[in-house]
């Protein structure tokens, strides 16, 4: 997380919400994990790392200020109508899958006889789902608004 906010901080220097958070909840992590509590479970780590991106996820929604849309580039901004909406709806879909990848987390968490590689499946597959769909929604998306716009005629 640290080398890639820093990469992209050198190339835009703006440090966008979800970089400046991840920068905080992995750096945290790792002070917490190295000296507070050196034998901290994975399965725990990733419950806060979870429970942290869930957090500003939803915090995001709530504000107006969508996450995704800070990474979306300035030019293509204009491009539909829609824009906003859609990167509220992909925050909302990133939100849903760390929600469902922490619930996992804390069903295998609170019962030792469910399989953690049945946990990271589940957690892969979410992950996965979400990646298609923040990829594909906005063609989507723009092409529907593309075609919902009413077109008019100059002749008589």
């Known amino acids: 997380a640290f080398v890639i906010t820093i990469r992209d901080f050198v190339e835009t220097p703006?440090?966008?919400?979800l970089d400046g958070a991840n920068l905080l909840i992995f750096g945290g992590l790792a002070l917490v994990g190295g000296f507070l509590v050196p034998n901290l479970r994975l399965l725990t780590a990733r419950l806060a790392v979870?429970?942290?991106l869930f957090g500003l996820a939803l915090v995001s929604i709530g504000r107006s200020r969508?996450?995704?849309?800070?990474y979306h580039?300035?030019?293509?901004?204009?491009?539909f109508a829609g824009l906003w909406r859609s990167h509220l709806l992909i925050t909302a879909a990133w939100a849903l899958a760390v929600l469902m990848m922490g619930v996992a987390d804390a069903v295998t968490l609170s019962d030792p006889n469910i399989s953690i590689s049945g946990d990271f499946a589940f957690g892969l597959a979410a992950l996965g789902a979400?990646?298609?769909f923040t990829l594909r929604f906005p063609r989507r998306a723009a092409g529907h608004a593309c075609r919902d716009r009413p077109t008019y005629s100059t002749s008589g």
């Open 130 to 132: 979400v990646i298609v």
């Open 14 to 17: 703006r440090l966008r919400a």
């Open 66 to 70: 969508p996450l995704s849309l800070a």
């Open 50 to 52: 979870e429970a942290a």
């Open 73 to 79: 580039h300035k030019g293509a901004r204009r491009r």
